[in-house]
């Protein structure tokens, strides 16, 4: 079959992430899959954020967790869609379809939860537009933001305004609360909500991750300023502490369309255009009004210093060719001192470790032109992932009393509900649940994590933060091999070393929310080429083989190939959310 | 042939062979490198520093993907959507190369069912609409959406039509004095004359299947279920692409380790295996059928 299966060609109306490298704890900023919002233009970080003052266990009872788990009088079949998802981490026998959870949730709501399909997420798109083409729509599904809003407009989906308000547990509300309800409102078409959105959680923004054994060789103190960084590198080259190759900067690598930033994820240069104001690939605020940020004249300076930065070494020379991969492994190799990443960071390249003991890594905020200048971060989309219940299914809470249970007994908070002690399950083995959490879960465990080591006990920990503290003990304890068990290693460091700068620095953050979009499903085609065009031209102005001037041409180019009419689209599509 | 026995045309004889014998050792170099990664340590895979010598040599990628059920069932499902698709393209394709390889005076609308035939291999519907048909014949979830899809491959069809006819026309014709049927000419004569080019179409199939993934994807409902290049690409695609959104930082370095580049190594070279064991038989038949099935008188 040589025009067979694999020659179809077949571009999903909108890809989930075209940018897919490295993995983390909540997902990158796809470029074209931006959630649709509106926000004021930045958010301080004030204590309006700790809504959620404690995660600590036990000041509710059980119920003030679970809310409404009636079961149903008669038993609901309820057909499910969802991503699979690997490694389930549970015991061989159980599976995500086949496990305690799902007998919990049958049993204790009197549902019978099957599956219609489970996909990869990187072919759930596709197969749902395939499914809904087929008119196969399952009861409930998973589905991203695009999707959600056409499958509201074309009318397929049920309101769930009023279960949400009946059947959703106080703790859920108190999760969306913890971000002023925003997820919701991304949701929220002509004043119903027609889908549960999942929290991506903040404080995911990149750190400076240095090789601290390196800095302690050459009696260099960690960098507080992008000069400094500059200087480190200088040293770490000339003395050849990573071989004669010595990478002083990697960077994020070549993963078209946009290289450049990559939020919570590997190697973006996102704070070095922070610190120039400029945030390219994201849709900004500027004066009132949504503006891509890769044509701002902000981008101007930030590009000359990363080419000034490009030109004397610092940067790997190769970042433009490489891929994210090849870059993380001349970390992984020892080759390179230093690295752009989110507190995460350690479980990603563990590898520097295991192949040599003596490497140690510290992270700091990552340096702005001056040492007490403003950090300028971004903010993540509210929410990815969209639970849609079917219209004219009986029972819209379904999913909502599921989460109730599931989120109880996975944030550990319902200690009948640990079916699994020896293992460490995933979520997606919880049925019907999604991503919710504290919007500022990440300073807060680390906070209380840092004061039961201090007071040697986990008492005061919530459940979930127990488990890693003792984690973090069986890492201290391993401290002479951390290769012994490095999975140890990389939680503890990820939480002490990584979070650590996030909360010293707190105040000096700001962060910027992106007015992300979806955009118009028309416009596809223009949009890939006008994201490859700004991927290479910015490429390589900092990489020197075009001049700086490039990029006014850059600008024109972007708007004559349809910038100017996608600026009005993604403007109008906010304000009609804002109504 | 006349060959040249001086110095300076055996020295030329040398630096040819000696060439060509570099470029095919270096067609085995990926290979190479594949087996010492799937048997290096996986930190040292990871920072890229295996090249075609093992780095602190290990099984255990091969006993992590032994250890786990799910290989195995995806090589079985592999093995099944094979030798059932293999079988029946065989036979389709036979059936329908004979027919459109007679003379116009045979039958006389030949050439428009060659145009609808070269059509497919031009155009397809879309995916929408290749779904939406194989589900309503209720194909989905089932072997059969794997196989029938791609049970009469046009390429494979214009490829044996065009060696059937170049086998010469006497044959026929003197069967047909004789008295024999076309269902008779067809497996009596032409289809034992045409083991190259059987062989060749049948190897093209073997191929194709073995190494389709995208269909597994989209007409398989359960991962537990997928043929064995559709598991693997899920695999490997999670590690890259996983979504972000479902993994805690745990999940993240448990995923780094059951995913890294020398476990995947370990599933392309135990993926290659069966193809390897197959291409030696039929491949003395592959170059020469295509060769044949090329020239037309």
Known sequence: MRKGLMSLKFKPLITRRQKVTVIGSAVLLASTTLGSMVSAQTVRLTSAHYLSKSLGGGSHPL??????????????????????????????????TNNAYVRTVDKTLNVHLTWNFLEPFSELTTKEQL?????????????????????????????????????????????????????????????????????????????????????????????????????????????????????GLVGPGNSSPNSLTTYNNFGGFDTIFGAFGAYPTYWINVHGKAKYGSVQPQMLPALKYLRAMYKAGVIDPSFATRTTDQEVAKVAGGQAGMFFGPWWMPGHVEQTVENNPNATWV????????????????????SLNYIVVKKGFAHPGVALKAINIDQTDYRGHNPAGNFYPRYNPGWANWPLLVQL?????????????????????????????????????????????????????????????????????????????PMTVVLPVSMEAQWTQMQSLENETLLQIITGQKPVSAFKQFVQQWKGLGGTKITQYVQAHIKAFSK | MVRSRTLGARIADMLIVGSLLVLTLLTLAPVVHTIAESLSNGAAAA???????????????????????????????????????????????????????????????????????????????????????????GLINTIWALVLPGAVPAFNVVLLMNYFRSLPKELDEAARLDGASPWYICWKIYVPLSWPALATVTLFAIVTQWNSFFDGFILINNPHNYPLMTFIQQLVVETQSANLSILTPTQIAELSRTSGPSLNAAKFMIGMIPMLAIYPFLQRYFIHGIRLGSTNE
């Not at chain 1, 002509?190 to 054994?213: E, F, S, V």
């Not at chain 1, 992270?363 to 509210?382: D, E, F, K, S, Y």
């Open chain 1, 63 to 96: 119920s003030w967790y679970f809310g409404n788990i009636k079961p149903y009088h008669k038993t609901v079949n309820v057909s499910i869609g969802w991503f699979s998802s690997l490694p389930t981490g549970l015991p061989p026998a159980a599976s995500q």
């Open chain 1, 131 to 247: 499914v809904v083409a087929d008119n196969q729509m399952p009861d409930v599904m998973v589905v991203n933001q695009q999707q959600m809003e056409q499958l509201a407009h074309a009318g397929k989906l049920a309101n769930l305004t009023g279960a949400f308000k009946r059947d959703a547990s106080p703790y859920i509300k108190s999760l969306y609360a913890s971000n002023h309800d925003r997820a919701l409102k991304t949701a929220t078409i002509n004043g119903k909500l027609m889908a549960i959105p999942d929290t991506q959680i903040g404080y995911q923004w990149n750190l400076l991750w240095i090789r601290k054994d390196w800095l302690a060789k050459l009696h260099l103190q960690p960098p507080t300023t992008m000069a400094g960084v500059i200087h480190v590198a200088k040293e770490f080259i000339s003395h050849h502490l990573g071989g004669k190759q010595t990478i």
């Open chain 1, 363 to 382: 992270a700091v905020a990552a340096p702005g032109l001056t040492a007490h200048a403003r950090l300028n971060v971004l903010a993540p989309p509210w």
């Open chain 1, 437 to 513: 959490d504290f919007y500022n879960s990440v300073p807060l465990q680390y906070r209380e994590l840092k004061a039961a080591l201090a007071h040697h006990s986990p008492a005061s920990l919530a459940p979930r933060d127990v488990t890693i503290y003792q984690r973090i003990l069986k890492a201290r304890a391993n401290q002479a091999h951390p290769a012994k068990d490095i999975a140890y290693w990389a939680e503890a460091a990820a939480w002490m070393t990584g979070v650590a700068p996030i909360s010293a620095n707190e105040k000096r953050y700001h962060q910027v929310e």
């Open chain 2, 47 to 137: 920072a890229n520093a295996v090249s075609f010598w093992p780095i602190r040599f290990t099984w255990s990628s091969y006993t992590a993907l032994f250890n786990g059920g799910g290989f195995f069932r995806a090589f079985g499902i592999s093995v099944e959507r094979v030798v059932l698709n293999g079988v029946l393209s065989f036979f389709l394709t036979i059936l329908m190369a004979y027919p459109l390889s007679q003379s116009p005076r045979n039958f006389p609308a030949r050439r428009y069912y060659i145009w609808v035939v070269v059509f497919t291999m031009l155009f397809n519907g879309g995916l929408i609409p290749w779904y939406v048909t194989i589900a309503h014949l």
